[in-house]
């Protein structure tokens, strides 16, 4: 069983800043392929960031230049650096862990993913 625990959520001011962040504990891998998630009301899940243990990080399009996702795997810890945030980027944001070292063939998909944390509200305004 693997617990994920978001913090840093709130309200923001557009052009900001916020970092958000996601602690692992449970029978967890520092290896595993991790992920940053969010859902706004009405919408469907949405990829924001991957990265795995080794250097591999991919984002959604619409973040791309503005959000920077981190790890450290020996704390087991997914950090998400957003900068500039707008306000379409309000929503509920979920760290989301594979429990595997490899990432998903579509990694910005939540549908491989097996382990998910509570969520954090972010609201930019």
């Known amino acids: 069983q693997v617990q994920l625990v978001e913090s840093g959520g709130g309200s923001v001011q557009a052009g900001g800043s916020l970092n958000l962040s996601c602690a692992a504990s449970?029978?967890?891998?520092?290896?595993?392929?991790m992920a940053w998630f969010r859902q706004a009301p009405g919408k469907e899940r949405e990829g924001v960031a991957v990265a795995d243990a080794y250097g591999y990080t991919e984002y959604g399009e619409s973040v791309v230049g503005r959000f920077t996702i981190s790890r450290d795997n020996d704390k087991m810890t997914l950090s998400l650096q957003m900068n500039a945030p707008r306000p379409e980027d309000t929503a509920m944001y979920y760290c989301a862990s594979m429990g595997a070292e490899f990432c998903p063939t579509r990694p910005t998909e939540p549908y491989d993913y097996g382990y998910w944390g509570q969520g954090t509200q972010v609201t930019v305004s």
């Open positions: 449970g029978d967890t891998y520092r290896r595993d392929c």
